[in-house]
C-alpha cells in the first residue's frame, strides 16, 4: 500500500498526516475525514494523528513504525474494550479510546488503529491546585484503576506478577545496570538497600496502568475524563502508577491526590506505596540508560550517564542516602 511508511539510509520515515489520514478512511468504512486535525507527537515506534469527519467528530489515528509496536497496539485492543465496558458500567468513571477499525499496511508493521477521541484536553500538572478539585478526581482515577479486576488484564494474555517476582525484576534491572559500569555507587548502593528491604514489598498486585503521566490523563473542568495509552497494562505494583506523581508534584498536590486515591481503595494502608513510588521514579532513569545501552544509541546513554549524576548530585548533596 502507499500509505505504509518509507525507508531511508536505515531508517523509517514518519508516515505523513494526509497517509494516516487516508489509513482511516479504509480501517472505518463511512468514515469521511473533513480536516487533519494535529499531529501530536510520534515517537520511534508510532505515527499518530488526530482527524476530523465531516460531523464534526474526531479520530485518533496511531500507525506502528515496528513490528514489536504493532504486536503490543494489537494487545491492547482487548483490553480497550474491557475498559470501555467498564466505564459503560460505571465500575470505572473516566473512559478510554473505544478501537474502531484498522487497516493494514505493507511491510510486517502490522496494523494501523483507529479509535474514538476521549473528549478533553491532557492534564497540565503545573496548573494542578490542592484540594477536593481535580487533584481529588486524579486520586479517586488512579485507585480505580488499582481497584479492576486483575482478571481483566489476565485475559487478555498481558504481564502478572506477584510481589516477590516484581522485587525480583527490579533487582534484575539493577543488576544489569551495575553491569554497564554507569551507574553512580551511591545510587546502585540506594536501591539495592531498597531493593533488598523486603518489608517494602509486601504488596497486593493490582492492576496498573503502567505508562502514566499528564500525557496520559485527559481531563475538563475539575474531573479526569480519561485515561489513553495502555499498552503497559498488567498486574504488578500499583506504586508504578504514581511514580510520577512523587517525582514531579509538590508536596501537598501528591497529599490531595492520595488522600482520594486512599478513600476510594479498598485494600488496607500500604505504608511503604510512597516509598516504592519514590523509587520507581528514580529507576525510571535507570530504564532510560539501559534502552540507550540496548540499542548502541549514544547520545541516550550520555543522556542517561548525566541524569544519573545528577540525581546522585541531588540526592546526597541533601544528605538524602536513607
Known amino acids: 500500500m502507499a500509505h505504509a511508511g518509507i525507508w531511508l539510509y536505515g531508517e523509517q520515515v514518519p508516515?505523513?498526516?494526509?497517509?494516516?489520514?487516508?489509513?482511516?478512511?479504509?480501517?472505518?468504512?463511512?468514515?469521511?475525514?473533513?480536516?487533519?486535525l494535529r499531529s501530536p507527537h510520534s515517537d520511534a515506534d508510532f505515527d499518530v494523528v488526530v482527524v476530523k469527519d465531516a460531523t464534526g467528530k474526531r479520530w485518533v489515528v496511531r500507525a506502528p513504525r515496528r513490528a514489536a509496536a504493532g504486536a503490543a497496539l494489537e494487545a491492547e485492543q482487548g483490553l480497550l474494550t474491557a475498559l470501555?465496558?467498564?466505564?459503560?458500567?460505571?465500575?470505572?468513571?473516566?473512559?478510554?479510546?473505544?478501537?474502531?477499525?484498522?487497516?493494514?499496511?505493507?511491510?510486517?508493521?502490522?496494523?494501523?488503529?483507529?479509535?474514538?477521541?476521549?473528549p478533553g484536553a491532557p492534564l497540565v500538572l503545573a496548573r494542578l491546585e490542592s484540594g477536593p478539585g481535580l487533584a481529588a478526581s486524579l486520586g479517586r482515577a488512579i485507585a480505580e484503576i488499582h481497584e479492576l479486576p486483575p482478571a481483566l488484564v489476565e485475559d487478555e494474555g498481558l504481564?502478572?506478577?506477584?510481589?516477590?517476582?516484581?522485587?525480583?525484576?527490579?533487582?534484575?534491572?539493577?543488576d544489569a545496570g551495575i553491569q554497564t559500569g554507569k551507574i553512580p555507587p551511591r545510587l546502585a548502593d540506594r536501591w539495592e538497600r531498597q531493593l533488598e528491604n523486603v518489608s517494602?514489598?509486601?504488596?497486593?498486585?493490582?492492576?496498573?496502568?503502567?505508562?502514566?503521566?499528564?500525557?496520559?490523563?485527559?481531563?475538563?473542568?475539575?474531573?479526569?475524563?480519561?485515561?489513553?495509552?495502555?499498552?503497559?497494562?498488567?498486574?504488578?505494583?500499583?506504586?508504578?502508577?504514581?511514580?510520577?506523581?512523587?517525582?514531579?508534584?509538590?508536596?501537598?498536590?501528591?497529599?490531595?491526590?492520595?488522600?482520594?486515591?486512599?478513600?476510594?481503595?479498598?485494600e488496607s494502608p500500604d505504608s511503604h506505596l510512597l516509598d516504592r513510588a519514590r523509587l520507581a521514579s528514580e529507576l525510571a532513569l535507570l530504564r532510560w540508560l539501559m534502552y540507550g545501552v540496548r540499542t548502541d544509541n549514544a547520545d541516550v546513554v550520555e543522556d542517561g550517564v548525566g541524569m544519573l549524576a545528577d540525581l546522585e548530585t541531588m540526592l546526597f548533596d541533601e544528605g538524602d542516602d536513607s
Open 200 to 266: 517494602w514489598w509486601r504488596f497486593e498486585p493490582t492492576v496498573v496502568h503502567g505508562d502514566l503521566g499528564e500525557h496520559q490523563i485527559v481531563v475538563a473542568g475539575d474531573s479526569v475524563r480519561g485515561i489513553v495509552d495502555w499498552m503497559d497494562a498488567r498486574v504488578a505494583d500499583p506504586a508504578d502508577d504514581l511514580s510520577w506523581l512523587v517525582a514531579s508534584a509538590p508536596e501537598d498536590i501528591v497529599d490531595s491526590v492520595m488522600e482520594a486515591y486512599r478513600l476510594r481503595r479498598r
Open 15 to 36: 508516515r505523513s498526516p494526509l497517509a494516516l489520514a487516508a489509513l482511516a478512511s479504509v480501517a472505518v468504512p463511512g468514515l469521511d475525514v473533513y480536516d487533519v
Open 84 to 118: 470501555g465496558r467498564a466505564h459503560d458500567t460505571e465500575l470505572v468513571s473516566f473512559d478510554v479510546p473505544r478501537p474502531k477499525g484498522a487497516a493494514s499496511m505493507a511491510g510486517d508493521e502490522g496494523r494501523a488503529i483507529v479509535y474514538s477521541e476521549v
Open 159 to 174: 504481564p502478572t506478577y506477584d510481589a516477590e517476582q516484581y522485587r525480583q525484576r527490579r533487582l534484575a534491572e539493577l
